[in-house]
């Protein structure tokens, strides 16, 4: 490749063109070439700082900031004190507390999805199946965690073995014949996902790109290949590409280095998969999104200078404390000159002052005031009330601790916060699994031996806090006139959290021990006379 070519690449792609931001601001933005073939470089210009964002966010919620303590140390990077620092940089990881609290009222209480037709239907019963083998509460917390830090996540839906018989293949082994195809729900790293937005309208998408970077490494070298999934409405067009490292290939521009490969030539030819599917199989869930773009907003995003500054104050505050648990002494000459002290000791003369302690008299109350300040926002910040998880740091304890009310509307008022951040959360998971559900059974028809009309399902989500069923069943009598609202098989799927095949054997059960008891009479029987015969008289 010239000169010119890695010029144009590597330089005009960020000094010589508008960029996707500010491009967005006068209209959208609409690419006519394709950036996934032959010359050209992966990841794409125009994605590069959503996934260094990625990573950043990453890095953040696992506690990784090993880099950041030195914004802690610039003011001693020229004494000896700063290897010292280094050494008691604390990673308080709020993040993760922060991130994962918003999940576990999301799926605390399982959801219950619902076709809208009967129990024994063949809809609601795949519907049940599709739940069940692909562990949808399971990916739904999953997914919301990760989407807490990162903002975007993606689920595709495919229809193959559940199974990996790669292995198999592999070594041209068969697959086993009970093995079945099925509807699958899975997650896509959202860093291997590259929308392609419709004309006019950034929210919505006419394809989606799924490319993934591949390591296949040998005894004496190792090759990256870059395996691209292009999903269109009805087809998948499956294509490999053999990428090539090149000097400087990395762009630190936005706070987390990128590599970055050039497309060198097709490895395979093109595979065209029809799916039977009318749409795409990709759906898009941002944590909190915009009407002006398509990429979603995390919550660590709005606390990373926050959380760095909490690190900060507690490496600082520790670094004093360990610095003058043994502070610097002064006095006459003592021992024979191998007298150890545990701190730095001056020897001065009888003329000298009084021997005593060289002391530090600043207050180090104000920065464990600012700690507190700190945490207080980043809570605050995050919808979520510091008293959610049982305690509250120092003075920040003004909203009280949660535990003072015993009625629901009174535990619901003080946890809002949570609970609408939660509320809008759901609004796409909702949107995004009830698609993917329709997808199976578009999928089990076109391809598996599913003989229905699909239907649309609803999901009807929980809030995640305790209930008081009496409180609930007083209400519910009171609105009704104590008629019956809820039929037996309702009752016992929302009581134990069960599905549809589980609440009807409950009730097989049910009706089972009821026709096993023992019959009673009528107690008016004791108080009738027997008969007497005619030749009892008699006698």
């Given at each position: ?42 990841p ?8 260094s ?28 004190h ?85 292995a ?17 729900i ?10 392609i ?14 490319a ?18 292009h999903?269109?409405?009805?087809y ?5 590409y ?108 009888k ?94 028809i ?13 999901i ?6 305790p ?12 609105r ?57 008289v008699?006698?």
């Open positions: 490749m010239t000169e010119t070519r890695w010029y144009r690449m590597g330089i005009m792609s960020k000094i010589g063109r508008k960029t996707d931001a500010d491009m967005n601001e006068v209209g959208t933005v609409t690419y006519t070439y394709d950036a996934f073939k032959p010359g050209e470089q992966f794409p210009a125009n994605a590069i700082e959503r996934i964002k990625y990573r950043r966010m990453k890095k953040l919620y696992d506690g990784k900031q090993a880099e950041i303590y030195e914004r802690a140390t610039a003011l001693l990077k020229d004494t000896p700063a290897a010292q620092l280094e050494k008691l940089y604390i990673a308080v990881n709020i993040a993760d507390i922060i991130t994962t609290k918003p999940a576990d009222l999301l799926v605390g209480e399982p959801p219950v999805f619902d076709s809208g037709l009967a129990d024994d239907t063949p809809q609601q019963l795949s519907i049940n199946t599709y739940v069940e083998e692909n562990d949808i509460v399971k990916l739904i917390h999953e997914s919301a965690l990760a989407n807490g830090y990162r903002g975007d996540s993606w689920i595709k839906d495919r229809y193959d073995y559940r199974q990996d018989y790669s198999l293949t592999s070594r041209g082994l068969p697959i086993p014949e009970d093995a079945e195809m099925e509807p699958i899975e997650h896509v790293a959202a860093d291997c996902v590259f929308p937005t419709s004309n006019g309208n950034v929210k919505k998408f006419k394809s989606v790109i799924i993934s970077v591949e390591w296949v490494v040998s005894k004496n070298d190792e090759t990256p290949y870059l395996n691209v999934e999903h269109l409405p009805g998948i067009i499956n294509e490999r053999k990428l090539t490292q090149y000097e400087g290939g990395v762009d630190t521009s936005f706070g987390y280095p990128v590599q970055l490969f050039l497309i060198d030539k097709k490895v395979e030819d093109s595979e065209i998969v029809p799916t039977g599917v009318p749409h795409l199989l990709v759906h898009h869930i941002p944590h909190k999104s915009t009407d002006d773009q398509w990429e979603g907003k995390g919550t660590l995003e709005a606390l990373e200078s926050i959380l760095i500054a909490i690190n900060d104050r507690l490496a600082q505050i520790d670094y004093v404390l360990w610095k003058h648990v043994d502070p610097t002494a002064y006095g006459p000459k003592v021992g024979n000159g191998n007298t150890r002290l545990a701190g730095t000791y001056i020897e001065i003369t003329d000298d002052a009084t021997p005593g302690y060289m002391t530090w008299d600043s207050e180090i109350t104000g920065a464990f005031k600012e700690l507190e300040t700190l945490i207080g926002m980043a809570f605050q910040i995050a919808e979520t009330p510091q008293w959610l998880f049982g305690t509250v740091l120092g003075d920040q304890n003004s909203g009280g601790t949660g535990t003072s009310h015993t009625d629901g509307a009174a535990i619901k008022a003080r946890f809002m916060p949570i609970l609408t951040k939660v509320a809008r959360i759901r609004t796409h998971y909702d949107r995004a699994l009830r698609d993917a559900l329709y997808n199976c059974q578009l999928l089990d076109a391809h598996g031996d599913a003989d229905f009309e699909a239907v649309y399902p609803v009807h989500w929980q809030d995640g806090l209930h008081n069923e009496k409180e609930q069943a007083e209400i519910m009598a009171i009704t006139g104590n008629k019956p609202t809820l039929d037996v098989a309702t009752a016992i799927k929302r009581m134990d959290g069960s599905d549809d095949i589980q609440a009807t054997e409950i009730l097989t059960r049910i009706d089972g021990d009821t026709e096993r008891e023992v019959g009673t009479v009528d107690a008016s029987i004791f108080n009738e006379k027997p008969s007497v015969k005619a030749e009892e008699d006698g």
